[in-house]
């Protein structure tokens, strides 16, 4: 899946929660009814049959899983596709008792889910085997105030991807490096550019605003009133994203997440040197034989450039007939037979901290860079306000990247933007 995708819908999100709010509400299960005994062994209920969402795009993924689940369990899995909405459906359809009993969705959506009363808390056995066997920083996504309410499934950040055939040796450490070759080596009238990433959007920009420090909605990402708009390192974040213009000598206009297939065909066509961009294109290149590289993101004024991350989650639902069925699936999608065949059917990469039982994955040069890079990485706060970050980074980004407005003005704005929308809430 690909991070323009999460970002298109997550207004959708917002709007759609607005609206349930104002319905008839029906009874949400308390913790406690969810709860499970923790001194009894996590058997499925007899007769239970459950109802799995899996990502779009993943239906032959979902359907081995549900196999190798009732093979292993004797409980029948039906696989339904859904889309990047998951959360907005089972909020509609979870109460009236046709939703699944365990869904994905990326973390971003997890407060809003939670807030929600969606997800039932995982029992204290499970909540152990999740934090010894996931990466921490994947626990994370699913985590509040000491409780875990799901099961973080696979993985993705950004790396650096380098055209071996432009790149002779070792790829660049550090963006200084690059932005020297850039200069020598630009052609826009015959569209080769050293380096290229969309400096106007508020994922690929988030490596160049956060080097200084700044942090998105606070250390954690729920803390919704306070952005960080307002602080120097912002601007200063700011400022990297004025200096890229002089590299990717390209209009804002013509740089958007809509057009990053144009970016990933002029990488193809080895007219870009490097390209950061995530595991989704990795299997692409490799069949259409391209000659390239991974490493991690360089460094730029000596500090690291660090990537947002995204947990592809499974939780079980708070209306499922079937809770411990439910959360022994929840559980299993993260095993090492699970993650196995994530990386066979779907290619990606498990949350599971050790990888090295997983054939194909242990010795996949070019995903390990990624599945190290993640633990460095920041994951996406999951702040109910997510949307407003994405709706105004694409005013202030496409200004200041084009010096309509300066990184003072640009940060300025950035504030005065988010306050307007928290008034019209």
Not at 29 to 43: I, Q, Y
Not at 175 to 202: H, R
Not at 214 to 220: I, S, T, V
Request: charged share 25%.
């Amino acid at each position: 899946m690909k991070f323009k995708k999460i970002i298109s819908l997550t207004l959708a999100a917002s709007i759609i929660a607005a609206a349930i709010t104002g319905c008839s509400k029906k009874e949400i299960p308390t913790e406690d009814e969810n709860a499970f005994n923790d001194s009894a062994e996590l058997k499925p209920e007899e007769g239970a049959e459950l109802t799995f969402w899996t990502l779009s795009g993943d239906s032959e993924f979902g359907q081995a899983i549900a196999e190798a689940f009732e093979a292993k369990y004797g409980v029948k899995v039906n696989v339904q596709e859904n889309g990047l909405d998951s959360v907005n459906k089972m909020m509609l359809d979870g109460p009236a008792g046709n939703g699944a009993d365990v869904f994905m969705a990326a973390h971003d959506k997890f407060m809003t889910a939670k807030d929600a009363g969606l997800l039932a808390e995982l029992s204290e056995k499970s909540s152990e085997t999740v934090k010894n066997e996931i990466n921490e920083v994947a626990v994370k996504t699913v985590s509040t105030n000491g409780k875990i309410y799901g099961v973080p499934v696979s993985i993705e950040t950004y790396a650096l991807l380098y055209n071996k055939d432009l790149v002779k040796g070792e790829a660049a450490k550090t963006m200084e490096e690059i932005m020297e070759e850039a200069l020598k080596y630009n052609d826009p009238a015959s569209n080769k550019f050293w380096y290229l990433t969309v400096p106007t959007d508020g994922y690929p920009a988030f490596p160049f605003l956060s080097l200084y420090g700044f942090e998105l909605f606070g250390a954690d990402g729920i803390d919704e009133d306070n952005p960080g708009f307002n602080s120097e390192e912002f601007k200063k974040g700011l400022e990297k994203i004025a200096e890229l213009k002089e590299i990717i000598p390209i209009k804002a206009e013509d740089l958007k997440m809509e057009t990053m297939s144009l970016l990933e065909q002029n990488f193809k066509e080895g007219k870009t040197a490097y390209y950061p961009i995530g595991p989704w294109l990795i299997k692409s290149l490799k069949d259409e034989k391209v000659n390239f590289g991974v490493t991690t993101l360089p460094t730029m004024d000596g500090r690291q450039l660090k990537s947002f991350s995204a947990v592809q989650n499974a939780y079980v639902s708070s209306y499922s007939k079937y809770p411990k069925a439910a959360e022994l699936f929840a559980l299993f999608l993260a095993s090492e037979e699970a993650a196995q065949i994530l990386y066979d059917k779907a290619y990606r990469i498990t949350a599971r901290e050790d990888i090295s039982n997983i054939e194909g994955l242990k010795d996949d040069e070019e995903l390990r860079v990624f599945s190290e890079a993640f633990k460095t990485s920041v994951p996406m706060p999951s702040s109910k306000r997510m949307s407003y970050y994405w709706t105004i980074m694409q005013g202030v980004l496409n200004s200041v990247f084009d010096g309509n407005l300066s990184p003072e003005e640009g940060a300025a704005k950035a504030q005065s933007d988010f306050e307007a929308l928290v008034a019209s809430e």
